[in-house]
């Protein structure tokens, strides 16, 4: 069913924090909008590689820069600044880096729902998940179909527990 939806981005659903930057995610219905705040350093390759295991980053993103500038560079060598003001559309398989000494804070509209976490499929992503996720997926299989369990896992939790 389609919903009129709005929401506030003064409180965020989860924050993921890294070196040099953090994401705050909103969910909004079954989409997720999420505000990137990378400091002076920030680094793709240095700061969420390591959570990520990939040698690039592997979403696309789609968004609005709010401050700063940011340094893209794509797994062929074609690169490109985004500065404040600017929409931007990243394809998957690029590193990026902040240019200045102005946070890159921006509003992106795809790529967020797993963005600073393992890769999707890893066994580490059960690790990495909020306690709601957990429980979910430590229900059993009967429990996990249970309107009683349903209503005790948050939207997003009972997500994160089939989405592997």
Excluded: Q
Excluded at 47 to 57: N, R, S, Y
Excluded at 101 to 129: H, K, N, Q, Y
Excluded at 141 to 164: L, M, Q
């Amino acid at each position: 069913m389609v919903r009129l939806l709005r929401k506030r981005l003064d409180a965020p659903d989860e924050i993921r924090t890294f070196p040099h930057g953090r994401v705050e995610i909103f969910e909004i219905g079954d989409n997720i909008v999420g505000r990137t705040v990378y400091e002076p350093g920030w680094r793709w390759s240095a700061d969420v590689k390591p959570i990520a295991g990939t040698d690039l980053c592997m979403y696309h993103h789609l968004g609005y820069c709010l401050t700063g500038r940011l340094e893209c560079i794509l797994e062929d060598g074609t690169s490109l600044v985004i500065s404040a003001g600017e929409a931007f559309e990243i394809p998957p398989a690029h590193d990026a880096w902040v240019i200045g000494d102005e946070p890159w804070i921006t509003v992106d509209f795809a790529g967020m729902r797993s963005f600073a976490r393992p890769m999707v499929g890893s066994m580490s992503l059960l690790a990495s998940r909020p306690a709601s996720a957990a429980s979910a997926t430590e229900a059993s299989a009967e429990d996990k179909g249970s309107p009683a369990t349903s209503r005790a896992i948050s939207a997003a939790g009972w997500r994160a527990s089939i989405i592997v």
